[in-house]
């Protein structure tokens, strides 16, 4: 069961860095990517952050295979399994949020991205950490 968790969750990185090297290079019209506020995006991310995003989810995907041992990568299985856990612990933060435009407990709610993180973002993320831990716990912590 744990190796169709690490599949599952190493494939989702892998899609979601996929996506980030799309939108680096063709961007969605209508937003909904960032945090915005009266309409205005918070930030607009560069190609280089977009691309520099998918590589880090892509590496995820790597880790959490690697600690599942779908994959060979020389480390210790223990290095592996903590490295996961501080990556579930991560997402688990991400979907919390940071109060005002993120997370689950976010002030912000007007926006495309609020609606988005709200309903697929924030909830993405508390499967992907739950998963990751699972693969973690199961493979050495």
């Known amino acids: ?20 090297f799309r939108m680096a290079f063709r961007p969605a019209p209508g937003g909904g990517a960032v945090p915005s506020e009266e309409g205005k995006p918070l930030f607009v991310p560069s190609t280089r952050a977009t691309v520099a995003v998918g590589v880090v989810l892509l590496l995820f995907a790597g880790l959490v295979a690697a600690t599942g041992r779908l994959l060979e990568v020389g480390a210790p299985p223990r290095l592996l399994s903590w490295l996961s856990l501080a990556l579930a612990l991560g997402l688990l933060a991400r979907a919390i949020g940071e109060f005002k435009y993120v997370g689950f407990f976010k002030r912000v709610r007007g926006s495309r991205f609020a609606r988005l993180d709200t309903w697929v973002y924030s909830p993405l993320c508390l499967l992907l950490a739950v998963g990751v831990a699972l693969v973690a716990r199961h493979n050495g912590v």
């Open 1 to 20: 069961m744990t190796d169709l968790i690490a599949w599952c969750v190493s494939l989702v990185f892998v899609a979601l860095g996929l996506w980030h």
